[in-house]
């Protein structure tokens, strides 16, 4: 598994406004936004192209334009949706598929509770998004059912990571092509399985809380 822990002073700058547990709902939102789209300008580095023909106003030259099977984008519910248009903002011609997942608040575990993905992923370059990879329980769950339907190639994009997340994706997919993109790779988990330092929630400060 390829890893890659962004160093940029533009994401940090967000980060650290980011994780600030006075910045306000409307702000949280842009910035998680604005960190998927600098971070998924790295995440699309081996998108897959095909070469094509353009006239330019002044000569024919060449170009490439997305391949297809177009890429699969999976945003993880619900924190995951706050990445989506940041993601598409770079991408606007992926298509989109959703997974709905939580993890239980007493064992951690997560429970999938929505799936809209195609049956066949055969040949289709996924990019997982989830702002927060805290145990790695959700994410490796998602990328292992992608890959059951026939992904070959996943690239999952968190906005914050630990080592205890990173070393459980490495665990679940062994040797399978997957590339993983964090905007910060932060201390450990506390008692409550939450990332720290982190930025508490993610789901709630981007949607309130779910009861
Ligand atoms: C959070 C987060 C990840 C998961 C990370 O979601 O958005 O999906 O927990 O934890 P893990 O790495 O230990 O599995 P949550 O279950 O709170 O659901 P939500 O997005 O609906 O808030």
Redesign the pocket.
């Known amino acids: 598994m390829e890893i890659f822990v962004a160093k940029h002073p533009l994401i940090t700058h967000k980060l650290s406004v980011l994780r600030d547990k006075n910045t306000s709902q409307p702000i949280f939102k842009q910035l998680i936004e604005e960190i998927m789209t600098l971070l998924a300008y790295e995440a699309t580095r081996e998108v897959r192209v095909s070469e094509i023909t353009v006239d330019t106003p002044v000569a024919t030259t060449t170009g490439v334009t997305l391949k297809t099977p177009l890429p699969l984008v999976v945003p ?5 949706l706050g990445m989506l248009e940041g993601m598409m903002r770079l991408v606007p011609t992926a298509e989109v598929g959703f997974l709905g ?3 239980s608040e007493e064992t ?1 575990q ?1 429970t999938t509770y929505a799936e809209r993905l195609p049956q066949n992923l055969t040949g289709r370059q996924c990019f997982v998004l ?10 490796a769950t998602a990328i292992e059912f992608l890959f059951k339907r026939g992904a070959d190639d996943v690239t999952a994009i968190c906005v914050l990571g630990t080592p205890e ?1 990173v070393k459980q994706i490495q665990k679940t997919v062994g040797d399978k092509k997957v590339k993983l993109i964090l905007g910060a790779l932060d201390e450990g988990l506390n008692e409550q ?1 939450f990332i720290v330092p982190g930025l508490g ?4 400060r981007l949607y309130g809380t ?1 009861v």
């Open positions: 993880i519910l619900r924190a995951g997942m939580v993890r951690h997560p989830d702002p927060m990879l805290a145990t790695g329980g959700s994410l997340g399985a929630d993610a789901g709630d779910a």
